[in-house]
């Protein structure tokens, strides 16, 4: 069994010029241990689906249909209170800005024991503390941090220190939403290393999430590409580097300088997603689609899924090889 099953999630947004579908039908998995990435222009939808996931979503979004099934547990049922034993012990938080998760006039040491403590109240306080500084030093910071308040950090620093505390309670899955965006190459290159270095070592699954799609072809098992709110391909990183099917996911690909192979041409994709708060028909990617014809238009794809993967899209059919399923191209 995965330890996370999302099926057929939506996530709507109340505006005065209508209901506007952020995410509409997203399906996927992830096993123990896994790094699974989320890749997609922005605004389509892979942060809400994160949020979703976590429990995050706030007011004018709401969970509007699906499950979020964590090691068996459907989640969207339960009670805050329910839940309350996942957050941070099971499943934990990485956002992009860590001043928004550390509390600023706190010190370092002690927002890490608060973590600890609370979840783990049998814990002494000095335990903890030991704790905390053997967290630091697991995300390469000094343990003198402990003393320092957030704003005496760097930027890499704190968000070090924010992964510390996502991983203090030793969670089965860390969702990371941009985790390194606001930092620079280097050390973005650093902190992201060290996180699935870390992976390996404690075997958490993570949800991966960043607009840069060589580094998650570099360090995921498995990707998943959104469009306009929907899941067009899964596969895996190999895969998808060798074979993506899905012709955003090729566009996508194109767009990015090659990291291994030969040097692609840097071509973005000609238009823009369509308007999700006016209802959808045929394949959303059509406007922008070098191989749309008549039925893309009528009919939306169906989710295709074997071995290597899932695709949503017309060129593909399914046929039966043998027992297993298989594509063939349908024109
Ligand atoms: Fe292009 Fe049609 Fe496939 Fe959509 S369904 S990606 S328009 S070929
Ligand atoms: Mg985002």
Same mark, same amino acid.
């Given at each position: 069994m995965s330890l996370l099953q999302v099926a057929q999630l939506k996530v709507e947004y109340a505006s005065p010029i209508g209901t506007f579908k952020?995410?509409?039908?997203?399906?996927?998995?992830?096993?123990?241990? %896994?790094?699974? +990435?989320?890749?997609?222009?922005?605004?389509?939808?892979?942060?809400?689906? #994160?949020? *979703? /996931?976590?429990? $995050? $979503?706030?007011? !004018?979004?709401?969970? *509007?249909?699906?499950?979020?099934?964590?090691?068996?547990?459907?989640?969207?049922?339960?009670s805050d209170a329910a839940f309350q034993p996942y957050r941070w012990s099971r499943m934990s938080v990485v956002l992009q800005s860590a001043m928004n998760n550390l509390n600023p006039v706190m010190r370092i040491g002690a927002q890490l024991t608060?973590? /600890?403590l609370s979840h783990e109240p049998r814990t002494s306080p000095k335990d903890a503390l030991e704790r905390a500084k053997s967290l630091l030093e697991m995300v390469e910071l000094s343990a003198a941090c402990i003393d320092r308040y957030p704003h005496e950090l760097s930027g890499g620093m704190r968000q070090r220190v924010v992964i510390a505390m996502a991983l203090a309670l030793k969670p089965d899955l860390v969702i990371m939403d941009e985790p390194t965006t606001a930092l620079?190459?280097?050390?973005q290159k650093a902190i992201v290393s060290r996180i699935t270095e870390l992976r390996r070592q404690m075997g958490f699954a993570v949800l991966f999430i960043t607009h840069d799609l060589p580094l998650m072809l570099e360090v995921c098992d498995r990707i998943g590409i959104m469009y306009a709110g929907q899941m067009v391909e899964t596969g895996s990183a190999e895969q998808l580097l060798r074979q993506a099917r899905h012709p955003y996911t090729q566009g996508l690909l194109r767009s990015f300088p090659s990291l291994r192979g030969p040097k692609l041409r840097i071509a973005g994709i000609p238009g823009s997603p369509p308007d999700l708060s006016v209802p959808?028909? +045929?394949?959303?990617?059509?406007?922008?689609? !070098?191989?749309?014809? %008549?039925?893309? *238009?009528?009919? *939306? !794809? !169906? %989710?295709? #899924?074997?071995?290597?993967?899932?695709?949503?899209?017309? $060129?593909?059919? %399914?046929?039966?090889?043998?027992d297993e399923p298989h594509f063939a191209i349908a024109r």
């Open positions: 952020a995410v509409d039908g997203v399906s996927f998995e992830i096993a123990r241990g %896994e790094m699974f +990435g989320l890749a997609g222009e922005s605004g389509c939808g892979k942060s809400t689906t #994160a949020f *979703a /996931i976590c429990r $995050l $979503l706030q007011s !004018p979004a709401r969970l *509007a249909g699906g499950s979020v099934a964590f090691d068996g547990q459907e989640l969207t049922s339960l608060d973590v /600890i620079d190459v280097l050390t959808q028909s +045929g394949c959303r990617f059509r406007s922008r689609c !070098p191989h749309a014809s %008549e039925i893309c *238009a009528i009919a *939306a !794809p !169906p %989710e295709l #899924a074997d071995e290597r993967g899932m695709v949503a899209c017309h $060129l593909y059919r %399914e046929a039966v090889i043998g």
